[in-house]
Structures are given as C-alpha cells and as structure tokens.
C-alpha cells in the first residue's frame, strides 16, 4: 500500500511536493488505502489551480498561469476542430461563424496570456532549442500525412486500413502538438521568457473563458437542435464547458491572491 500511496504523491505537482510531498505522504500512509480518494482529489484540485502552488516569486506563479492558459486554449482549439471536420452539428451557416469568432476569441486570448520572449540571443536559442526537442515528432508524423495526401492518394478511396492511419496519423500529431507547446513555455524558464503581467493575464483568461462558454454553448445546443442528439458534438460541448470552468476558478485564484500583481 505504501507503493501507491508513494505514486500517488508524486503525482502532484512538483512544487507542491517540495513543499509538502513528505507531510501529506506520512499522512496518508498512517490512513491507508482510505487516503487514496482524497489524495486522487487533492491530485486533480492542484493541477486545476496553478496560481496557487507554492512560488518563489509573483512571476513564477504568473508564468504558470500563463502556461495553463496556453493549454486551455490549445484544448479548446482540439475539441472545436474534432466537432468541426465531423461537419454536424455544425453545418449551420450560424453556428459555423460562431465558431469561427470563437476561434478568434482563442488566438487574441493566446497572445494575451502567452509569455513574452526575452530579446536575447541565448533566449532565442533556447526556445528554438527547446521548439525542436519538442515540436519535432509532431510536426514530421503531420507533414507525413499530408505529403502522402496530396501525393495522390484519395484517403476517401484508399483501403480502410490506410486511411485509419491516415486518420490516426493525424489526430496524433495534432494531439502531439497541443501537449507539447504548453511543455515548451514550462521548460524554458524565466531566463528565456517573461510572465504577462496580472492585468493582462486576467484579460486573457476572460478571453479564453468567454470563447470556450460560446464555444460550449454553442456545438451543444447544435447537437441537441431540432429534437435529435449528436453524441460528438454533445461531448465536446460539455468538454468546453468544463474548460470555461478551469477559466472561472482561475480568475477567483488570481483575485484571491494579490501577491501575483
């Protein structure tokens, strides 16, 4: 029991364990496997609060913000995308200019919440550095698939087995891409980029919220329109909704913790 009591810890955010790894682990241990719910609990509530792990400076907690806005964001895009080449629910010329004015919504939230590179060379070279070590499996299993696309092959009309990977091929990379940027901005560190500051990082995070409640809103009221039910659509609707959710408790954090200004 001790074995998973030790994994689950360290499933914590690292910060949190520096801290407090070693109190809650002696904890739970001296509970037993009672612990396990309320630590897979405390597991999910820190990951969904980075403004409030322990933080050296206002800056780190801003740039770990930062870095979950980029990662709602790019979550938002994946899930209205999904929604979007299985062509309904959103086949309505209203629903699909939503859509695009929440997308817009996402890019202008993005670059509000994203750090600022720091005009140094050894900035620069560490992001490249750090775009490539990451960015590189992705980008090259997605350019596949697109050079055998337009190479001639008619996914439509090639045998299932092909187009599955075709398929898969680029839903991964897509997947991929969307995992690793985030992983970018929290490898570099503060030598490389600088946090938004707490106005701007508020500002950005509404953006973030208000895009993926339209959005949300939007593909779940199409996929239950007009007396039918599409289950896609339904699911990521409510997918969106719950980010809107991770926005909302992310703003209360920063309004409760005015150290981050």
């Known amino acids: 029991m001790s074995v998973v009591t030790r994994s689950l810890v360290r499933?914590?955010?690292?910060?949190?364990?520096?801290?407090?790894?070693?109190?809650?682990?002696?904890?739970?241990?001296?509970?037993?496997?009672?612990?396990?719910?309320?630590?897979?609990?405390?597991?999910?509530?820190?990951?969904?609060h980075p403004a409030l792990w322990p933080a050296d400076a206002p800056a780190q907690r801003q740039r770990r913000v930062a870095t979950m806005g980029i990662t709602v964001a790019l979550a938002a895009w994946f899930l209205s995308h999904i929604t979007a080449e299985q062509g309904d629910p959103l086949s309505s010329s209203v629903a699909s200019g939503i859509m695009h004015g929440c997308t817009t919504l996402l890019l202008i939230g993005i670059a509000l919440v994203a750090p600022r590179p720091r005009p140094t060379l050894s900035a620069t070279i560490t992001l490249l550095r750090w775009g490539v070590r990451r960015l590189t499996v992705p980008t090259l299993?997605?350019?596949?698939?697109?050079v055998v696309v337009h190479g001639g092959i008619d996914p439509t009309a090639s045998p299932?087995?092909?187009?599955?990977?075709?398929?898969?091929?680029?839903?991964?990379?897509l997947g991929l891409g969307a995992i690793q940027i985030p992983r970018i901005f929290t490898g570099v560190g503060a030598d490389a980029v600088v946090p938004p500051h707490a106005g701007r990082l508020r500002a950005g995070v509404w953006t973030l919220a208000a895009a993926s409640a339209t959005g949300g809103a939007t593909i779940l009221g199409a996929a239950v329109a007009d007396g039918g039910f599409h289950p896609l659509g339904a699911a990521v609707g409510v997918g969106l909704l719950l980010l809107t959710a991770v926005c909302a408790g992310t703003l209360r954090d920063l309004r409760e913790l005015p150290s981050v200004d």
């Not at 955010?13 to 001296?30: K, L, Q, T, Y």
């Not at 299932?160 to 990379?173: D, E, H, V």
């Open 11 to 48: 499933l914590y955010p690292d910060a949190f364990r520096v801290r407090w790894g070693a109190m809650v682990e002696d904890e739970a241990r001296g509970a037993g496997w009672k612990s396990w719910p309320n630590l897979i609990v405390g597991i999910v509530d820190m990951w969904l």
């Open 141 to 146: 299993l997605g350019t596949s698939v697109v």
């Open 160 to 173: 299932p087995t092909l187009r599955a990977a075709l398929l898969a091929g680029w839903w991964i990379a």
